[in-house]
């Protein structure tokens, strides 16, 4: 079964594209037992959006590997765990303090000091959100480009955002991050437009390695923050 989804994997990348590829289909593992072809999930989430979206694809296409139909599900793995972010090395005690704080301190907007991926509980109905945001921290720009976390209040939607801001900036202090709410990016653009510095504005935000919105419906309705953020958006 190892060396059938290896035969498939490379046409399954052609099919569904690189980013749908990365994001859905190379975590799967793939198994048989006496009802066909399982493909092994994290959760229950990864399991309906593979079944809708992806199965057909995947079906068809072992199915062209193998040279014969075979019935295939996706299903949740009961051993799966979810990704540890690296240990990083300790920094020598005299620079620590020094060290740390450069390294928390974005180039736009403020982190809070506690919400990182340490703190965070990970559960079955928030793994996949962790899960992803493990990723852009590791590899920024790889998987979930944007990522778009989605939930009721009180979830840890923020502390996940400050998470993978505080990560990025651990593996690279130098990087240049934006992490602020979408009201603050309104208000800054407020301020830029009645002083007539939306150059300077621009330039600000369209010239970092990473943005991080919270709060993001905040901009619904608000036509001229949306165009802003939106060209913003294509820009990086």
Known sequence: MEELWSAALPLLRQQVGERNFVTWIEPIRCTSDREGVCLEVPNRFFQEWITRHFLGTIRNTLAAVAGDARAV????????????????????????????????????GQLVAHYTFKTFVVGDANQVAYQAAVSVAEQPGRRFNPLFLHGGVGLGKTHLANALAHEMLLHNPRQRLACLSAEAFMNSLITSLRQDQMAQFRDRFRHVDALILDDIQFLAGKERTQEEFFHTFNTL
């Not at 690296?86 to 301190?105: K, S």
């Open 73 to 108: 599900r996706a299903v949740v793995s009961s051993t799966w765990t979810a990704p540890v972010p690296p240990a990083l090395p300790p920094l020598p005690a005299r620079r620590e303090r020094g060290a740390t704080t450069a390294a928390r301190v974005p180039k736009i």
